[in-house]
């Protein structure tokens, strides 16, 4: 484990079992059981098109699943996502930040930040505001509060999205491959925002092809194969010593690189 922070005792924040999910006749996930503990850092590494994408967006309803159960914060989905209001709870609580950075063009980088928690949180705009501008200082990027998104550069755009989703206040930040759309030279920065949120005990699932980074913040990595998870344990467990061939064939792939 390479944060200060001690295992809680609690009941997982996010708990899978036995999660089917299909487009079609394609078998995306397989059986999935996995759980999240409160101020874990999980990162999901696997193979383009292994399931590890369409994982993360079950987890906060943004994919229906067919078979299994998903609860996440004590709120539970269930298969083909019928229960609205769990669905409406959970994608309170759970911030995303995507490959795309989905900012509001229309927008400042501060009316960004803040339309969230006014919206959906009822907090006053000087509320808001204020933990905008707090949240937009944590990710280096105060000084450019009154700019469009468009005036941004890539590494830029993703630190505002980061600090948007952070205004929400949420208990669990799901990613998906945040730094796959950037420019090499832009990768540093945004990953360097989520270590510090990591140190801080913020529970993270994180889907990247950054292994360096796996390594360090991770308390656990999972590696999906073909829609299963083929392998997981502590970093130095799969980096160094991977138990299974397909674990192996994919690091000895990708750390080539």
Not at 11 to 38: T, Y
Not at 89 to 111: A, C, W, Y
Not at 167 to 190: K, N, Q, Y
Request: glycine share 8%; aromatic share 6%; net charge negative.
């Amino acid at each position: 484990m390479n944060h200060d922070k001690s295992p809680s005792t609690d009941a997982p924040i996010v708990q899978l079992e036995k999660v089917n999910k299909h487009f079609g006749s394609l078998h995306v996930l397989k059986d999935i059981d996995l759980e999240v503990a409160a101020g874990e850092v999980v990162v999901v590494i696997g193979a383009s098109g292994s399931g590890k994408s369409t994982l993360i967006r079950c987890i906060n309803g943004l994919e229906e699943f067919q078979q299994g159960h998903i609860q996440v914060d004590g709120n539970d989905l269930v298969p083909y996502g019928k229960a609205a209001k769990a669905l409406q709870k959970i994608r309170t609580e759970v911030g995303m930040v995507f490959q795309q950075f989905n900012l509001f063009p229309h927008l400042s980088v501060l009316d960004n930040v803040t339309l969230a928690p006014m919206k959906v949180r009822g907090w006053s705009r000087k509320d808001a505001t204020e933990t905008a501008e707090r949240l937009l200082e944590r990710v280096d990027i105060a000084d450019q509060a009154s700019k469009y998104p468009s005036q941004l550069s890539g590494g830029q755009q993703q630190r505002v999205a980061l600090a948007r989703a952070l205004a929400m206040e949420p208990r669990l930040m799901l990613f998906d491959e945040p730094t796959s759309a950037l420019d090499p030279e832009m990768i540093g920065e945004v990953l360097d925002a989520m270590r510090e949120l990591a140190h801080e005990g913020m529970t993270m699932m994180i889907v990247t092809h950054e292994m360096g980074f796996a390594r360090e913040v991770a308390d656990r990595v999972i590696y999906i194969h073909q829609g299963e998870i083929a392998e997981e344990g502590p970093p130095e467990e799969i980096f160094d010593s991977p138990k299974n061939e397909p674990t192996r064939n994919f690091l000895a792939r990708v750390l080539k690189h």
